[in-house]
């Protein structure tokens, strides 16, 4: 079983926390009646919101990566 040093437990826990703020944001679930293209500025910010989550997976997939193989 692998461990993570103390500061990528600190850093996860920052992600998970910025990741349940992510998902109280009403821009994080896209409707199923949208259209994509009529309005530029919501299209911004659920583009917006899909990134940061990508960034938030990527990052915690990465410091579990790097406990796993320290």
């Known amino acids: ?3 993570m040093t ?4 600190r850093r996860r826990g920052e992600l998970v926390a910025e ?3 992510l998902k109280r944001n009403s821009y994080s679930r ?6 994509h293209g009529e309005d530029t ?3 911004e910010k659920y ?6 989550l990508k960034s938030i997976v990527e990052e915690m997939h990465a410091i579990e990566i790097a406990a796993r193989d320290a």
Do not use: F, N, S
Request: glycine share 0%; hydrophobic share 35%.
């Open 1 to 3: 079983m692998w461990q």
């Open 30 to 35: 896209i409707p199923d009646d949208y259209v």
């Open 6 to 9: 103390l500061k990528q437990r």
């Open 47 to 52: 583009e917006d919101a899909l990134k940061t």
């Open 41 to 43: 500025e919501e299209d």
């Open 19 to 21: 990741l349940d703020a």
